[in-house]
Each structure stands twice: as structure tokens, then as C-alpha cells.
């Protein structure tokens, strides 16, 4: 019943957002539980999340600036670091989702991949993400970890889509 609640929201969020960006990329059953009913309530920040890990709970907000194809994976940018073109429409970026306007250091202080693991704590395998896509709000609620190496991962319990903005035609969407 849960799947299915998913799926129907899912293909809402998908008819009720203004531009056509094609079919979206399809989804495993195994990644449908982690699309959450409800807005998980108050977030933290990207950078924030970063600097407290590690955390056995948190709710992370941000945009989607990539997704790992093949699986539940994406990277989320901090939401206080605009996308290309976001502050300046002149900017014409076909791909704003890259913060390629941005330096290394900042995209690499405000990102953070999130990953749907199953039971066994194994990635979960997908072609896509279902409606999510690229420049997505999305608030993540789930363990933020850091490894020996100071790699910093938010694993997901479940996410909720907040607002995909209205992009212009001439943006070069990722086929996946």
C-alpha cells in the first residue's frame, strides 16, 4: 500500500510541475519506501550536517546536483549555495545543477552524498529516481556518517520533495 501511495505521489508531483522535462527515469521497487508521505519537518543545512557529523538522526536540505545512475544515490548541495543561473537569469547556464559558477572548494564544502542502502546495507540499485531530478529541494531524514577518511555520507531513512523550480527551456537535462 505504502509502494503505491509512493508511486501515485510520485506521478502527481510529476503532472503538477510546469515544464515538460520528459518520462521520468524509472525507479526500483526496492527505492519506493524511501519517498516519504509527509514533509519530515525542520531541517539543517548541508555545510551544517557536515560539520556535526556524525549524526544518527538528522533532517538535511538541499538541492540535487547529481545523481549516481544505476542506483539510489545522489549528491545534495547546501540550498544557501545558488545554482547557476539562479540569482542571475542572464547567466544562460545549460546545466545549473553543476554549480560550475562556483569554486571546487565551496561545491565540496556545501555537498554531501545521500544513499538508500537496503537491509544488508547495500546500495540499493535503480535506473533513476523516479520524479527526482537535478536542482530538486528536497529535505533527507537519516544517519549522517563520517569515514576513517573524513568522507561525510547521509544514508536515508526516506526523503520528501520540497519544490522543483521552474527552469528555463534551453537547460540540457541529463538523459538517464
Known amino acids: ?24 527515469p524509472a525507479m526500483s521497487a526496492a527505492l519506493a519506501p524511501f519517498f516519504l508521505d509527509v514533509d519530515p519537518g525542520e531541517a539543517v543545512g548541508v555545510a551544517q550536517a557536515r560539520s556535526a557529523a556524525p549524526a544518527r538522526e538528522a533532517v538535511v536540505a538541499g538541492r540535487i546536483s547529481a545523481v549516481v ?14 545554482y547557476c543561473g539562479e540569482k542571475n537569469p542572464d547567466d544562460k547556464c545549460p546545466t545549473p545543477w553543476d554549480y560550475c559558477c562556483e569554486t571546487p572548494e565551496a561545491r565540496k564544502l556545501n555537498s554531501i552524498t545521500v544513499e538508500a542502502r537496503d537491509g544488508s546495507g547495500r546500495l540499493v540499485a535503480s535506473p533513476g529516481l523516479g520524479n527526482l531530478r537535478e536542482c530538486d529541494l528536497v529535505a533527507v531524514r537519516g544517519e549522517v556518517v563520517k569515514d576513517e577518511h573524513g568522507n561525510v555520507t547521509l544514508l536515508a531513512k526516506g526523503w520528501f520533495l520540497r519544490q522543483q523550480p ?11
Not at 500500500?1 to 521520468?24: F, H
Open 1 to 24: 500500500m505504502k509502494i503505491a501511495r509512493s508511486l501515485l505521489l510520485a506521478l502527481s508531483v510529476l503532472a503538477a510541475c510546469g515544464k515538460d522535462t520528459g518520462p521520468a
Open 69 to 82: 545512475s544505476g542506483s539510489g544515490a545522489f549528491v545534495l548541495m547546501d540550498a544557501s549555495l545558488p
Open 166 to 176: 521552474d527552469l528555463p527551456d534551453y537547460v540540457n537535462w541529463p538523459s538517464r
